[in-house]
């Protein structure tokens, strides 16, 4: 078990949360008008960097969504921070 560092509850167990996705990861713009190769890459390919990374969860059992810093190799959790703004 591991514990994720919800800024809203504390630590909680792993199996609360839900990976949301990759932070800086922008939707093309342009609606219908986007190409298939565009929309494929957006939806299905990532950035998968081994070592620190910055990734959006979300706590299922408040809802809420955070930024959580980690080590996608050694499991260290470096820091949970909210999105909301003027909240630290």
């Known amino acids: 078990m591991q514990l994720f560092p919800c800024p809203f509850c504390g630590p909680r167990d792993e199996t609360e949360f839900r990976y949301f996705g990759e ?3 922008v939707r ?9 190769a565009k929309w494929s890459r957006y939806l299905y390919f990532q950035h ?15 809802g ?8 996608n190799v050694s499991h260290v959790v470096f820091s949970g921070s909210t999105l909301r703004a003027g909240e630290v």
């Open 64 to 71: 809420e969504l955070f930024l959580m810093e980690r080590d």
């Open 23 to 25: 932070v800086g990861k």
């Open 48 to 62: 998968n960097a081994k070592g620190r990374v910055a990734e959006i969860w979300c706590h299922q059992t408040c």
């Open 28 to 36: 093309p713009a342009g609606g219908r008008a986007v190409s298939s």
